[in-house]
Nanobody
């Protein structure tokens, strides 16, 4: 069993930056493909970014060049650095663990955090 706890969300203005963190329990974190997803009100949960156990990264086109996913296996933590935030980035952001090669699909992750709210005002 893996528990994921996200933190770092908040209310910011357009153009600002935020860094989300996701702390994972358990001793197998380094083996997991980790992902970040987001869900805006009335919309489906969508892929944002993923990082493999060898630190290969993937991004949705909507965040490419603005967001950076990284991991610290010694701290069992994955991060999402979000720069140049836009109002359309407003959503609840979820951390997910134990993803497969189909990293952009929610069904392919075994564990989820409770989410952290990010609100970007214009």
């Amino acid at each position: 069993q893996v528990q994921l706890i996200e933190s770092g969300g908040g209310l910011v203005q357009a153009g600002d930056s935020l860094r989300l963190s996701c702390a994972a329990s358990g001793r197998t974190f380094s083996r997991y493909l980790m992902g970040w997803f987001r869900q805006a009100p009335g919309k489906e949960r969508e892929f944002v970014a993923a990082i493999t156990r060898t630190a290969i990264t993937y991004y949705d086109d909507s965040v490419k060049g603005r967001f950076t996913i990284s991991r610290d296996n010694a701290k069992n933590t994955v991060y999402l650095q979000m720069n140049s935030l836009k109002p359309e980035d407003t959503a609840v952001y979820y951390c997910a663990a134990d993803g497969t090669i189909y990293y952009s699909r929610t069904l392919n992750y075994g564990y989820w955090g409770q989410g952290t709210q990010v609100t970007v005002s214009s």
